[in-house]
């Protein structure tokens, strides 16, 4: 059984449409989160700590909101500040700016602990970037950790999603977190469906790619 660990329901509705019936279950588990620049480290830093806690084959899903004319703002501090601004605040600052520009991210976390013994390379972050993000003397997730032990060393395959949009005012009811503010071909996330939100979204385009290698690993 594969656990989709995360807080937030609307990833996991969202995650359905993509998995095969039975094969996963959510888990409620606020696994510990680094602080990064970029997602990849952090996903691939909350698989490993989540399967330590689990004990069976985890995913974890970190996602960002990035805003152009702010250098990427919120990014990786999207939860944080959705918490304390709030997404109208949000709006509010992106509104006095000339480019409204923004860009959904979500990368995928998989660990199933597999291949730990047996890989020269600790890390297989699953993408083209491994081998330049891995630098000297890193251990490839870019987490800044080195190697501190064998649970820190667990291989985590990442998949990464993109969909670029605009900041507008809230419209929709529908979706979670900042999707009433961004709008992608004309409508917002929240005035979607999941079915067309996922069609389009970074949560769909990094699942899409997660169940493709999960289906014939
Ligand atoms: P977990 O870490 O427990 O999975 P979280 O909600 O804290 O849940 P993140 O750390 O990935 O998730 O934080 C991402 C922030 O971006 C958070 O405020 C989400 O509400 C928001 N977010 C993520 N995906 C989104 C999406 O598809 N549409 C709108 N907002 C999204
Ligand atoms: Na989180």
Redesign the pocket.
């Known amino acids: 059984m594969l656990r989709y660990?995360?807080?937030?329901p609307?990833?996991v509705r969202?995650a359905e449409r993509y998995l095969p019936d039975g094969s996963v279950e959510r888990l409620d588990f606020?696994y510990p989160?680094i602080q990064a620049a970029e997602l990849g480290p952090i996903a691939a830093r909350g698989a490993r700590e989540a399967y330590r806690h689990v004990g069976e084959p985890v995913l974890?899903?970190?996602?960002?909101?990035f805003v152009e004319g702010l250098d990427g703002f919120p990014g990786p501090y999207?939860?944080y500040?959705?918490?304390t601004l709030g997404i109208e605040r949000v709006h509010e600052t992106a509104s006095d700016l000339d480019d409204r520009r923004a860009a959904?991210r979500?990368t995928l976390g998989y660990c199933d602990g597999d291949g730990f013994a047996a890989s020269p390379d600790p890390v297989d972050r699953g993408d083209r970037n491994a081998a330049a993000a891995a630098g000297p003397g890193g251990d490839g997730d870019g987490d800044g950790a080195g190697q501190r032990g064998e649970a820190d060393a667990l291989p985590v395959k990442l998949f990464e999603g993109y969909v670029p949009g605009r900041i507008v005012a809230p419209r929709g009811e529908g979706?979670?977190?900042?999707?009433p503010i961004?709008e992608h071909d004309g409508e917002t996330?929240a005035e979607m469906d999941t079915d067309r939100?996922n069609a389009v979204?970074?949560?769909g385009r990094a699942l899409e790619k997660f169940a493709e290698w999960y289906a014939d690993r």
């Open positions: 660990v995360t807080t937030n609307g990833k969202e606020d989160e974890v899903d970190d996602a960002g909101l999207s939860s500040v959705e918490e959904f979500c979706g979670f977190g900042y999707d961004f996330f939100k979204s970074h949560r």
